[in-house]
């Protein structure tokens, strides 16, 4: 930040503090003397503020529940899948339907059961397993996606909204002056003030928006990693039950 700008922000919260002191520091006396433009920029705002907390809690709730159901499914179908009960591992997938494990291998495994019975083509069970678990895993990569990518919008955008709202307190301001013919601080407050408010509006919004996007995409890029480890061993163990039935 250059010498100017941060002269500028001083300059700007002395009359802020000017302006509370005669208005009134709280938020009611802010918004009765804010301009439509403002009241507007922070409305949109508040609104963007809302949906990037909704998005957090759903996906966080999601994540934990997928968390807490794979940590019980992946021990409980190695061990069907150890005795070669298919049809139990199946139905252990199906009771921990919101584990992200459990929605891949349900696919893969059913797949399997199914050419395992009817196939005519030696191996096709294996390829058509294969692709049901791609198929699966991109399914549930974009469902424990949803809503995060609107995070990174809205951390992205709510500065510059903050920005328009500046300009338009600063616009409010230079209006003051050329109203009262003078450039005394009752003049430009209101302004100043509504700059500020939109500012710090906007980077209040921005912030945790970005913070939480990351935090989701590492979580979205862990569980991605564990569908692929459990495709692989799953594709292994279609191979060594096929090897085993050809004996």
């Known amino acids: 930040m250059t010498m100017l700008g941060a002269n500028l922000i001083m300059a700007g919260l002395w009359l802020f503090q000017e302006e509370a002191a005669t208005t009134g520091f709280d938020v009611v006396s802010m918004w009765r003397s804010m301009g439509w433009g403002a009241r507007g ?36 179908v190695a061990g069907a899948l150890k005795d070669g009960k298919i049809e139990e591992a199946i139905q252990i997938a199906e009771q921990n339907k919101r584990s992200h494990l459990a929605k891949v291998v349900t696919s893969g495994l059913q797949e399997f059961q199914a050419h395992q019975v009817s196939a ?95 935090y989701f995409t590492s979580k979205i890029e862990a569980f991605d990693v564990e569908m692929e480890n459990s495709s692989s061993e799953l594709i292994d163990y279609f191979i060594k039950r096929s090897a085993r039935g050809k004996k």
Do not use: C
Not at 168 to 184: D, E, V
């Open 41 to 76: 920029v922070v409305i949109l705002l508040l609104f963007m503020s809302a949906w990037s907390i909704g998005v957090m809690i759903d996906r966080w709730i999601a994540f934990q529940a997928a968390r807490k159901q794979s940590r019980i499914f992946a021990p409980a």
């Open 120 to 214: 005519e083509i030696p191996g096709e069970e294996i390829e058509a397993s294969k692709r049901a678990l791609e198929r699966a895993a991109a399914i549930v990569h974009a469902e424990l996606k949803r809503g995060v990518s609107s995070l990174a919008t809205i951390g992205s955008t709510a500065p510059f909204v903050g920005l328009f709202g500046t300009v338009l307190g600063i616009i409010a301001a230079f209006t003051g002056i050329a109203a009262q013919k003078t450039t005394g601080l009752g003049a430009v407050a209101g302004g100043i003030s509504e700059a500020l408010v939109t500012t710090a509006v906007g980077l209040f919004v921005a912030v945790p928006a970005v913070w939480v996007y990351n």
